[in-house]
C-alpha cells in the first residue's frame, strides 16, 4: 500500500551529483504528485462499492435456474479460482521469493511464506484466511444465488457485514460499540428480519427463498472472519488477497476436478462453452477477487473492518435497483423497507465512527 500510495522511491538530485540535477528524468520523482492515505483509501472504497454491485447482478444472472444457466454455483467458484490464480499464483511466488531474498541478504533463514512458496504468509494465517475469504465466502454466496433473487443478496450480503464485524471485532480485537452504533446495528438486524424473515415465513410452502437468505448470512459471516483476520495480523493488501487465493486455489481446483471428471459430482465446468467460463473467470476472477480483494484491504488498512464495511452502504440500494433494471426482478414493499433500515443504519453507523474519530 505505501507503495501505490507513495511511488516508487529514489536518489534525490543535489548539489554533489550535478548529473542528477539537469537530468528531467532525475526531477521527476519529486514532481509527480503522490496520492495520500487518505485519497488512495477513497479511491478504494469507489472501486470495492462498484465491483461488488456487480458481483451481485452477475452472480444472479449466472445463476438463476430459471435463466438456464451453463455453470452450476461450484462451477463458478471453480472459474472464479482460476481467473484470479492464473494472476496472484504468479505473484505470490514472486513475492515469497524477494521475502525469502531478503532474509538470506539479512542472514536469517528463508522461511518466509507456505504453500510451496506461493503464499506470501505463515501456512496457519493463510489457512485460516484463505478457508474463511477464499473458499466459505464464495460457495456460500453463490449458492445462494439458486434460490434468492439480488434484491436478497443486496440486503444480507453487504448489508450483514456491519453487524458481524462489529460483532467480531469486539470478540477478537477487543473493540467496543457505542451506543449510537449499536442504534445503527439495530436498523441493520430490523431490515435484515424484514427480508429474511418474510421468505422464512414461506419456508412450510415449498419456496426455497429462505435457503438463499441463510446461505447469504453465513456467507456474509464468513467475508467478516476474514476482514477481521486482515486487521488482527496487519496485513498487507496484495499479501491477504494472495494467500487466500493460493489456499482456495491448492484445495478446491484439484479436488473439484477429480470429483467431476469422476462423476461423483454433477458440475459443468468442462463441458461447457468455453465464453461462459471465461466470463466467469474474468468478472468474478480477476474482478471480484483481484482488483476488489486488494481494494477491499486497502480500505481496512484506511479505515478499520467496521467503517470499511460501512462504507459500502450504497451496495444494497444500487445492487437492488440494477436488478430490477436488468434482471426484471420485483422488489416487494419488504425488501423496500428491508434496503431502507440497513441502508440507514451503515450511513447512521459512517457518521458517527467519523464524528468519534474526529
Known sequence: M?????????????????????????????????????????????????????????ARASADPSRAPTLNPLDI??????????????????????????QREAGQVPDAGSLFGLSPLPLRTTV?????????????AYSGFVYAPAAHASVLLPGSLPLWTALLAVWVLGDRISAARALGLVCIV??????GGASLLHALDGSGVWRGDVLFVLGSFAWSCYSVLVRKHALQAVHATTAIT?????????IYSLLVASGALQGHIFTAPFNDVLL????????SVVVSGISFNMMI??????RSTMITAVVPGLSALLAALLLAEPLHWNVLSGLALVTLGIVFGVRQAGAKKA
Open 301 to 306: 488498512r484506511t479505515y478499520g473492518p467496521v
Open 190 to 195: 430490523a431490515g435484515d428480519l424484514l427480508v
Open 128 to 140: 485460516l484466511t484463505g478457508l474463511f475469504g477464499g473458499l466459505l465466502y464464495g460457495m456460500l
Open 280 to 287: 466467469q473467470m474474468l468478472v468474478q476472477g480477476v474482478g
Open 2 to 58: 505505501a507503495a501505490l500510495s507513495g511511488g516508487i522511491g529514489g536518489q534525490r538530485p543535489s548539489a554533489d551529483n550535478p548529473e542528477m540535477s539537469q537530468s528531467p528524468s532525475a526531477t521527476l520523482p519529486s514532481s509527480t504528485p503522490r496520492l495520500s492515505p487518505k485519497v488512495v483509501g477513497a479511491l478504494a472504497a469507489v472501486v470495492t462499492v462498484l465491483i461488488w454491485t456487480a458481483f451481485i447482478v452477475v
Open 77 to 102: 467458484v471453480y472459474a472464479r479460482l482460476l481467473g484470479a490464480g492464473l494472476v496472484l499464483l504468479p505473484t505470490g511466488w514472486w513475492i515469497t521469493r524477494s521475502l525469502r531474498q531478503r
Open 246 to 254: 493460493v489456499f482456495a486455489f491448492v484445495v478446491y481446483i484439484p
